[in-house]
């Protein structure tokens, strides 16, 4: 299994940052910690995985409003949420959706459709996801010595707790977006 990680844990974590990340940083953080991974190379890939990420979702959006839009229909009450965020924070909404399950590939579709300036976007963008990989990358990878310490025997147990725990937050998130 450790082989199988540090051969291919990096591919994933480019992969999974993409879309997200969020969970993908975390595990990484914590093999890091284990010695399966570095916590720098895997920081840098789930960042810039992540920036290319928001930049696709954003230039689609720019490029083809139709699509982005038939593309959202289905998340009406996220993308209402999107469009309040993004009024009342303007920019900064780029630094919260890195933190918050659900809306994070919805703002850059959002932002897109409208006429925030692509440069703006890169910029704010670039800045969210070096402070989000850092903050995420760094804590995941002090907090691997706490969660690998809960299973002596076999350390992926721990991981398996980490999972449970941001299902468990995932869906108090959703919970709370119902209301």
């Not at 450790?2 to 879309?19: K, P, R």
């Not at 070096?130 to 350390?155: M, N, Q, R, T």
């Amino acid at each position: 299994m450790e082989q199988l990680i540090q051969d291919w844990g990096y591919v994933a974590l480019f992969l999974y940052s993409f879309g997200g990340g969020f969970l993908g940083l975390v595990f990484a953080g914590v093999l890091s910690y284990a010695g399966d991974l570095n916590i720098y190379i895997s920081i840098l890939v789930a960042g810039v995985s992540n920036f290319l990420g928001d930049q696709f979702l954003f230039f689609i959006a720019r490029k083809n409003k139709n699509y982005a839009k038939d593309m959202m229909k289905k998340y009406g009450r996220k993308i209402a949420l999107a469009h309040l965020m993004m009024r009342r924070y303007g920019s900064f909404v780029l630094f919260i959706k890195k933190y918050i399950y659900g809306i994070k590939t919805l703002i850059p579709l959002a932002m897109g459709i409208t006429k925030y300036s692509a440069t703006k976007f890169v910029f704010f963008n670039a800045l969210a996801t070096i402070l989000w990989a850092c903050l995420v990358g760094y804590a995941s990878y002090s907090a691997g010595e706490y969660i690998l310490s809960l299973s002596d025997d076999f350390k992926y147990v721990g991981l398996g707790i980490v999972l449970v725990v941001f299902l468990g937050i995932s869906y108090i998130f959703k919970r709370i977006e119902k209301k």
